[in-house]
């Protein structure tokens, strides 16, 4: 087995984006890089100005629809308006090639501590195989050997330290370097800006952890906006019943729709998604991701221009026909410590990769 010194450790560093605020005046060095998210005096149909800050209750205001699906059918779904869509030859590679690329060292446990960080060994994988198997010039397999080790030497130096807690910054770290596996650009401190919008006629500013962002378009850059979860400091008394965590289902053919934002995503995340999407490569849509520790989940809003006005001016509740309303689509939670559901994450990233590169043909 290969070892990794501590001089091998990819210096990535995440970007900063609170999930939750404390109402305690002492706060973390790694909480400085947000926006400020101290709570201020507010009526209850006040729209905060840092999406940090937004309930569940805003989010039913707003007059949301939830539908959950499949995160590959997320990404299809939403890539098929810029790109081309994969043919059913294609589809097929791609599942083989997920078979492969997904099994990430034979890596299978369901928490970071439980692995024994004195057997990992992510050296190069054969390229040769790889590139044999791969049919896609849109997937670069050197660049997913070159962030494979970089994803290792980091995962074998933060559990070489045995802290009993792994903290929020390492994980955010940790996916990024997942998400580079795949093919996927990202950004992170000092690079990214926080962003803003109007929403029911106040300036509303955030700032996402990770930005999944396309070169090829400077202006509308954002593949997806990601959000690393910390644990929720509020009671109960200020957001009502605590959100329990998705249960391990599978995701259902039938669409199964609900107006209320779902057990385990934050309104904050749904703020975000709103902020930023204006900068999203497809109109009218952006697509998103939660991380909870190494729990993931696929997000996609959908909002027509004229509903995005509406919820600019509009105060307090929102009066919206159905077929008006926004969408967020989203997956249960997959674990990409877990060969099975780390397969279902590949997956959805390898066909991001390939129709978001193939943007350009379209164009």
């Known amino acids: 087995m290969a070892e990794f010194s501590e001089s ?94 997904g099994h990430l060292n034979n890596l299978n446990h369901e928490k970071l501590l439980e692995i024994n960080f004195k057997g990992l060994n992510f050296s190069r994988p054969v390229e040769e195989k790889l590139r044999y198997s791969n049919r896609f010039k849109e997937i670069d397999i050197s660049k997913y050997s070159t962030f494979m080790k970089k994803f ?77 979860k910390k644990e929720c400091p509020f009671t109960d008394e200020e957001t009502g019943p605590s959100p329990q965590k998705f249960r391990r289902t599978e995701d259902s053919p039938q669409r199964s729709q609900s107006c209320h934002l779902p ?30 520790k190494t729990m993931v989940t696929f997000t ?9 006005e509406k919820l600019q001016r509009s105060h307090g509740s929102l009066k919206l026909k159905e077929e008006e309303r926004p969408v967020l689509y989203y997956s249960k939670p997959y674990n990409y410590l877990l060969m099975e559901d780390r397969k279902e994450i590949v997956k959805a990233l390898l066909t991001l990769t390939v129709m978001e590169k193939r943007r350009a043909k379209k164009s």
């Open 152 to 228: 290792g030497v980091s995962l074998w130096y933060i559990l070489k330290e045995k802290q009993p807690i792994i903290s929020e910054e390492k994980y955010r770290c940790l996916f990024e370097q997942f998400l580079q596996m795949f093919g996927i650009d990202v950004m992170a401190h000092p690079v990214i800006d926080a962003e803003s919008t109007d929403i029911s006629g106040r300036k509303v500013s955030a700032k996402a952890d990770i930005v999944c962002f396309s070169p090829r378009d400077v202006k509308k850059y954002t593949l997806a906006i990601c959000e690393v």
């Open 300 to 308: 996609r809003l959908s909002v027509t221009d004229e509903t995005m």
């Open 8 to 101: 091998s450790q990819a210096n990535v560093y995440c970007q900063a984006s609170r999930s939750n605020i404390t109402r305690q005046s002492s706060r973390s060095s790694s909480e400085t890089l947000s926006p400020s998210c101290s709570s201020p005096s507010s009526t209850e149909n006040d729209v905060p100005s840092s999406t940090c800050e937004w309930r569940r209750s805003l989010i039913e205001k707003l007059g949301i629809r939830f539908e959950r699906k499949s995160p590959t059918d997320i990404i299809m779904e939403h890539m098929s308006a810029v790109a081309y869509n994969l043919m059913r030859d294609e589809i097929q590679n791609l599942e083989e090639l997920t078979d492969i690329l």
């Open 263 to 292: 057990d385990g995503l934050l309104a904050q995340h749904v703020g975000d998604l709103l902020t930023y999407l204006d900068k999203s490569i497809c109109k009218g849509a952006i697509l998103g991701m939660t991380v909870e």
